[in-house]
T-cell receptor, first 112, second 112 residues
Framework: DAGVIQSPRHEVTEMGQEVTLRCKPI?????LFWYRQTMMRGLELLIY????????DSGMPEDRFSAKMPNASFSTLKIQPSEPRDSAVYFC??????????FGPGTRLTVL | DQQVKQNSPSLSVQEGRISILNCDYT??????FLWYKKYPAEGPTFLIS?????DKNEDGRFTVFLNKSAKHLSLHIVPSQPGDSAVYFC???????????FGTGTSLTVIP
């Protein structure tokens, strides 16, 4: 298995632009998680899905953030409009019910 | 509020010595605990876990200890090797839940 796939690996954009991060979970995993890594809060859960349904989005910082999971093999995290304080590394992770979470390599976002 | 805390942002240890990484949690409902290891430019990878029915779990050079009364767990690495240099995240969950709560991480440097 290729593991969790994230794209792009790096994204540099200007303030006010829309940013879309993409994730392909491991086949057969029924839960998907979006995290943001910051120095202050470590790995901060933004939202997670079970069987493509959003379960908890209380970690989404603002209405500028939205996430979708249209099918079991694809999810997006969108920031619109982006701001410099959104600069961070964003991770996607997936798991089946019995095992730990498997993380993707992350997307490093820089908003200028 | 952080439910899982790693109060030491960094730790340096000589090669061959023991590394001890600490983690505290506040939620008494947590009954499953994990450690993840993260190298630069990679996603976190699962290292070792422990259920609350145990107080120790060992896997090669890595041992996790759980003190439920103190709401404290620790990761021991013996002997430490330069390749162990990474950021270590502690995580906790309720076995009936799907969400992992992560600490802020401890950066371990093993000096050759």
């Amino acid at each position: 298995d290729a593991g969790v796939i994230q794209s792009p690996r790096h994204e540099v954009t200007e303030m006010g632009q829309e940013v879309t991060l993409r994730c392909k979970p491991i086949s057969g995993h029924n839960s998907l998680f979006w995290y943001r890594q910051t120095m202050m809060r470590g790995l901060e859960l933004l939202i997670y899905f079970n069987n493509n349904v959003p379960i908890d989005d209380s970690g989404m910082p603002e209405d500028r953030f939205s996430a979708k999971m249209p099918n079991a093999s694809f999810s997006t995290l969108k920031i619109q409009p982006s701001e410099p304080r959104d600069s961070a590394v964003y991770f996607c992770a997936s798991r089946d019910y019995y095992n730990e979470q498997f993380f993707g390599p992350g997307t490093r976002l820089t908003v200028l | 509020d952080q439910q899982v805390k790693q109060n030491s942002p960094s730790l340096s240890v000589q090669e061959g010595r023991i590394s001890i990484l600490n983690c505290d949690y506040t939620n008494s409902m947590f009954d499953y605990f994990l450690w993840y290891k993260k190298y630069p430019a990679e996603g976190p990878t699962f290292l070792i876990s422990i259920s609350s029915i145990k107080d120790k779990n060992e896997d090669g050079r890595f041992t996790v200890f759980l003190n439920k009364s103190a709401k404290h767990l620790s990761l021991h690495i013996v002997p430490s090797q330069p390749g162990d240099s990474a950021v270590y995240f502690c995580a906790a969950s309720e076995s009936t839940g799907n969400q992992f709560y992560f600490g802020t991480g401890t950066s371990l440097t093993v000096i050759p």
